[in-house]
């Protein structure tokens, strides 16, 4: 657990940012930038209304120091290819990727003057792992691999950089895919560990990537999605 530390989440008002809020905030100054503070009204945070595809980020409102950087917004956008259009690309890429890069672009200068911090993104297992119906959101999502690589080295040693591919999880962006106990059993039995995974799981694999125990550790890809990305059962 780390402790002590200003931890910016972009995204930090419902499923994994909300989970991560709480998980950090009873032992760390959180920031948490997002349209709405109604969700950490009952946190001891700091609510920064932001809207990360339409905004410059006010880091008037951050310290001189940031020791983490944690970009939550996604979209989860599973059609045929054929039945997509170029702006369900574009608009997969605003939310994922480019997001990410403004609001990351707004604190760097307060990243790299603590000296010692680290930046969490998210991808998916379907980067890796080839699935029907992913094509819009593998495409950003990949982006935000190859995004995670070279900006590790090209921070390195000052900020480090990882990223967390997980497969389904159970989160209010998901819902649609889990809104009745026939989908949930379906998504459940995808699994190798026979279950979808849940916000907090991936709020402490965060929190892992953000502390001292992952300090020789920058420019990966970690795998939290439950076995379906690399076995068959």
Not at 79 to 84: A, D, E, H, Q, V
Not at 99 to 105: F, I, T
Not at 155 to 169: D, Q
Request: glycine residues 10%; charged residues 20%.
């Amino acid at each position: 657990m780390i402790q002590g530390k200003n931890i910016l989440i972009v995204g930090g008002s419902s499923g994994i940012g909300l989970a991560l809020a709480e998980h950090l905030s009873s032992q760390n100054t959180v920031y948490v930038a997002s349209r709405s503070d109604k969700a950490v009204q009952h946190l001891a945070v700091h609510h920064i209304r932001y809207d990360a595809t339409q905004e410059e980020l006010d880091v008037s409102r951050l310290p001189e120091q940031l020791h983490g950087f944690i970009y939550c917004p996604g979209s989860i956008n599973l059609r045929p290819f054929k039945g997509l259009k170029l702006e369900a690309f574009q608009s997969d890429f605003e939310i994922n990727v480019l997001g990410a890069v403004r609001s990351l672009k707004s604190v760097l200068g307060l990243l790299s003057a603590s000296g010692d911090a680290a930046v969490v993104l998210y991808s998916t297992v379907a980067v890796q792992t080839g699935m029907p119906f992913h094509s819009s959101v593998a495409s950003s999502k990949g982006a935000i691999e190859g995004l995670t690589r070279s900006l590790a080295a090209e921070f390195a040693p000052k900020i480090r950089v990882n990223a967390i591919a997980p497969s389904l999880v159970d989160t209010p962006l998901a819902s649609k895919f889990l809104n009745n106990e026939a989908k949930i059993d379906k998504a459940n039995e995808r699994h190798p560990l026979g279950r979808i995974g849940n916000a907090r799981e991936i709020a402490q694999a965060t929190t892992f990537l953000l502390g001292e125990e992952s300090s020789w550790m920058t420019g990966r890809v970690l795998q939290l999605d439950g076995g379906i990305g690399n076995l068959k059962t």
